[in-house]
Structure formats: C-alpha cells, structure tokens
C-alpha cells in the first residue's frame, strides 16, 4: 500500500535554520531517500513554502472564503510529505523512523495511508 | 551535526516569542533574558536525555518563570530556595503549558520586544544592534563583526542603549488597534534598515550580509504573529525578493554587476517563489503600501526571464503609485527610467530635469540623465552628466561603469 508521510515542525525553528543546517538536514535524508528508491519504493517528494505564503479556501455559501494563512493555527506546521511504497503500518512506520532518526531537530511524522493516488504532469 | 547544536538551534528559534512572553511576567529586560539563560541551560540537560518538548516556547516560559521567580525572591530574600526537584516536575505537565499560553498572547509579546528597541532616542543602528542582541540572541562578538566594530565597543553600545530603554517607561498594557499598527510600523522599518546593512555589505558573503537572513528571519516572524498585515507581507516579499539575486549581484573582484546584467540563472527561485506568493497574497487586500509597491516592483524584475522581458508598463504604473504613496524624488527618478523604456528618452528626460535642483548632489541622478541624453544624441551634454557623475560616484564600480558609457559616445 501506498503511504503519506507527512512531516510537521514547528517553523519558528525550521525557519531559523542557517543555510548550511538546511543543506545538512537534507543531505541526511537524502541518504534514507537512495535507500528507499533503489528498494523501488519511493513516490513523490514534496517540500512546501512557508505557511506564511498559505491561503485558505473556507467551503462557506453562497461563496468561499479566502483567508490569509494555513488551514489551522497550530504549533506544528505541515512542511511537506513524502509518498513511500510500504508492505503493512509497520513497514510505513519503520520508514518514518528511519527519517526521524536522519532528521532528529523535533517535530513529528504522521502516517497515513493513501487513498487516490494520480501523479500527474504539471510543467 | 551534533545533538547539542541542535538544541541550541532550537532555542535561538524559541528565543523571540519567549524572551518576549517572559518579559510580560517581569516588567524588566535583564531578568527576562536572564530566566531565558536559564531555561535554556536546564534544555540543554533536559531535552538530550527526553528530546525537544514538543512545545518548546511553552516549556522555556514555565521554566524560564520558575527561574526568574526564583532569582527574585533570591534578591529580595524573602524565603528560602525551593528544592529544584520540585521545578522539574513542572517541566513534564507541558499540557497546562499549551493552555495558559495561548498563541494570540505571543503576537503584542514579541511585538512589544521588538519595538522597545525601535525606541525613537535611540539611533538607528542602536536600535538593530540592540534587536539582534535582545530578540535573536546574537552574540555581542558577532554583531560587533557586523558592525566592524570592536567587541568591546559593541558592548558598551548596548549596555547604554539598553539602559536608556530601561529607563523610558516599557508599555505593558496590551495596545489599542491603532497602537499595534504604529509599533508594527516602527518595527517593519527597523527590520528594513537591518536587512540594508546587510545589503550595503561592500562582500557577498561576511558577517555583515547574514544580516540579511536575520532581517528575513525577523520579517517572517512578524509574518507569522500578524500573518493577515498585507504591509508585512509586502515586506518580506521585498526581502526575499532583494535577497533572491545576492548570488548574483557581485562580480569575483567584489564589483556589483548592474540588474540588466546579472546572470538570472543564479537567482534564488525558491525566495523569488515565496516572495512572488506573499505579494499576490498582499494585493488581494487591495491596501496599498510602500513596502507592497517596492515587493511588487522587484517582483516585475524577479518574472522577467531575461531583461527584454521585462513589463515596463507594469513597472512604470508602480512607481506611479509608490510616488503617491512615499513621495521622493529617487523614486521619481526610478520612474523616469520606467517611462524611458515605455515612453522614450524624450518623455524621460523632460521627467528627469524636474528633480534638477533636489537630485544635483545624486551620483544616479547624472548617470539616468547622461543616459537619456546619450539616446537623443545630445552626446556633448551627456558627456557632462556623465563627468559629473563619476565626481560623485560612491564606489569604483559605479565610476567604471559610467566611465564605460562615456567611452561608449567617443
């Protein structure tokens, strides 16, 4: 089955990382990554831009509204995700632990398994 | 990387919300920062052993509180320390932390730090010495570095400043709507002002252009408490977008390579993304401000694949209306260039000679007006401006480059 892994920190953290702690912290996943696409598992990487470039679109009638910001104001933001081919829930969780301990500046990863799954081909 | 760094890491990035909520509970700078020291110490042991808490702003208050509380009534002698094991406990009930510090407390907070040091005595490299001391916890050595001063003379800087803010009375009630908006304004042009020294930094890449990062660092924090303020939008928009070209704006002598020339092969895409987002997110609110208008004009240049691409129109309708909004005559200047491109030298330069007698002194000034005359074949006229220009040329590389364009009409 297919899982997201889905990775939340607190970006008043991640954003005071210097370049160089940035460039560290990627090269340590990279390494699980290789792992990962040469057991032919790996799916879509995707890292997004600050929440702070967010806006939301409230489902509201008779029209949506748009609002500044990420869907929830919480403590932990959602930064990106991974898709990872996995056997079972322990194999996804082995996974995110494998990127835990590559990525140990706190945070969390939530698992979740995906339903639809279209990789499209933007340009 | 070690696990200690790391933690360090962490608490530089808990610093500002926590120095700034620890200041509400004691009225008073020193002890503030001081109970932040010590929370940070008791992380340092903590968070190694159980990892980061997952609130760490929530957990350095409570500690950080417990601390100061501590330290004063240590001063004041009123009774006997507490037995430390008794604090430690507190460390672990991080759930009541979460309730008693609600996020919307943070935003005046943090607000509230960083606009003491905005305080109008104070000049205003003081004042960006003393934000990046206080707010982002940078070390006294490393803003001396930045500065090019010695340490010990960053030291006493803001020693001085800080006691002159200490003395001027703090405001700790939470401020009004119209308040809020004057301090953010304060606060917004002092992180502009930090992230220009950075940018005036005569190399790419010493200490004193990480200034622009922590200029960055701060308007995103801004950002993140007031995330709705479209002017704070525009500002980090402007930063990032300005910070995007850093790679490409210097030559491997040091000299800057003018905008029409750089290799935009080398721009930030992912600042100019962000920045091009937060813009288009600020103009949707249809209040404009100077910061929006100066984002949005660097973010004509930052769609631009190559110079020709460049929608003069666009950028000419900009500088109309950041002429109403932050009237002067460099940006009137600015828009005789736009108006060069889309209406010709003719129309430019008749715009040009209105800021004669304001602009004579301006290196830019000669040099656009050179330009335009050059166009229009009046080449012993613009010799002139041209001569003029590189006498009040501010670096060798400005004087070269006029000195090519007067080679150019020989």
């Known amino acids: 089955m297919l899982y997201a892994i889905l990775c939340y920190h607190s970006e008043d953290i991640t954003t005071s990382w210097t370049k160089e702690q940035d460039d560290a912290v990627l090269a340590r996943l990279k390494v699980v990554e290789d792992k990962l696409a040469a057991e032919g598992r790996m799916g879509p990487v995707v890292r997004l831009l600050p929440t702070t470039a967010a806006t939301t679109l409230r489902k509201t009638k008779p029209e949506p509204l748009v609002i500044d910001g990420p869907f929830a104001e919480t403590k932990e933001q959602l930064l990106g995700f991974y898709m990872v081919e996995c056997r079972d829930l322990e194999q996804a969780l082995d996974t995110a632990r494998e990127l835990a301990k590559a990525n140990d500046t706190g945070g969390a990863y939530e698992v979740r398994p995906v339903g639809i799954f279209r990789p499209g081909s933007p340009r | ?220 924090l801004l950002l993140r408490l007031f995330h709705t303020d479209p002017e704070l939008m525009g500002l980090t928009a402007l930063l990032l977008l300005q910070h995007s070209r850093v790679d490409a704006r210097r030559a491997a002598d040091g000299s800057v390579i003018l905008l029409e020339e750089q290799d935009r092969s080398r721009w930030n895409p992912r600042m100019i993304n962000e920045g091009l987002a937060l813009i288009d997110k600020a103009f949707r609110h249809g209040t404009l401000g100077p910061y929006q208008l100066q984002a949005a004009i660097a973010a004509v240049h930052a769609r631009a694949k190559t110079p020709a691409e460049t929608d003069w129109r666009r950028m000419e309708a900009l500088y109309a209306l950041l002429e109403r909004e932050m009237p002067s005559p460099v940006v009137t200047l600015n828009r005789a260039v736009a108006v060069g491109k889309v209406q010709g030298a003719e129309a430019a330069l008749t715009l040009v000679e209105t800021l004669a007698e304001r602009l004579d002194g301006y290196f830019h000034f000669h040099g656009v007006r050179g330009h335009f005359l050059k166009q229009l074949g009046r080449a012993r006229e613009a010799r002139e401006a041209f001569t003029r220009a590189i006498a009040l040329a501010g670096s060798p590389a400005e004087a070269a480059h006029i000195r090519g364009l007067l080679d150019s009409l020989a």
């Not at chain 2, 200041?23 to 932040?36: K, Q």
């Not at chain 2, 903590?46 to 240590?74: F, S």
């Not at chain 2, 104070?122 to 010695?150: C, D, H, N, W």
């Open chain 2, 1 to 220: 990387m070690t696990d200690v760094s790391w933690i360090e890491q962490t608490l530089g990035g808990a610093r500002p919300q926590a120095v700034a909520a620890l200041l509400r509970y004691f009225h008073d700078l020193d002890v503030a920062e001081e109970a932040f020291q010590e929370a940070s110490l008791r992380a340092l042991r903590n968070w190694a052993r159980n990892g980061t808490p997952r609130d760490p702003v929530g957990w350095l208050v409570m500690v950080g509180r417990n601390a100061g509380i501590d330290a004063t009534r240590r001063v004041k002698r009123e009774r006997p320390l507490e037995d430390p094991s008794v604090l430690s406990t507190e460390e672990d009930s991080e759930s009541v932390m979460a309730d008693t510090l609600d996020a919307a407390d943070y935003r005046d907070d943090v607000l509230r730090l960083l606009f003491i040091c905005c305080h109008p005595e104070l000049p205003a490299t003081q004042q960006i010495a003393l934000a990046l001391r206080i707010v982002l916890g940078l070390s006294v050595p490393r803003i001396a570095r930045a500065f090019l001063v010695s340490e010990s003379a960053m030291e006493q800087r803001i020693t001085r400043a800080k006691a002159r803010i200490g003395g001027a009375g703090v405001p700790f009630q939470p401020p009004t709507a119209v308040e809020r908006a004057e301090r953010l304004a304060a606060v917004a042009s002092m992180v502009y002002l930090l992230f220009n020294e950075g940018y005036s930094s005569p190399n790419g890449d010493d200490e004193r252009a990480s200034l622009c990062d922590d200029a960055i660092r701060l308007a995103r």
